[in-house]
Nanobody, 124 residues
Framework: QVQLVESGGGLVQAGGSLRLSCAAS????????VGWFRQAPGKEREFVAG????????YYADSVKGRFTISRDNAKNTVSLQMNSLKPGDTAVYYC?????????????????WGQGTQVTVSS
């Protein structure tokens, strides 16, 4: 059974930085795609960043491109999300998720395993 545990959330002022981490267990190999999503109160869960399964290339939502960086350490089965130049609009619960999809999906339904989420709050 796949388990994902996020950490690193917190309260930060606008313009600040946070680094989220996601530790994965129960996976038999590193051949999987990973995504970060977020959900603000009253809004749908939205894609933030991902790493493809086959090539390991990162891809981002337009709203975070140039500010956020996703990376993975296959040896440690961890995925990180470095978030810089944070804005109040980035406030949300952030989730990491795993997918066996071969293409760079941005759809939550393509990700089968999810963590419990970590709260990120950006004050103005």
């Amino acid at each position: 059974q796949v388990q994902l545990v996020e950490s690193g959330g917190g309260l930060v002022q606008a313009g600040g930085s946070l680094r989220l981490s996601c530790a994965a267990s129960g996976l038999t190999s590193s051949n999987y795609a990973v995504g970060w999503f977020r959900q603000a109160p009253g809004k749908e869960r939205e894609f933030v960043a991902g790493i493809t399964r086959s090539t390991g290339n990162p891809y981002y939502a337009d709203s975070v491109k140039g500010r956020f960086t996703i990376s993975r350490d296959n040896a440690k089965n961890t995925v990180s999300l470095q978030m810089n130049s944070l804005k109040p609009g980035d406030t949300a619960v952030y989730y990491c998720a795993v997918s066996m999809s071969l293409y760079p999906s941005r759809r939550p339904q393509d990700f089968g395993s999810w963590g419990q989420g970590t709260q990120v709050t950006v004050s103005s």
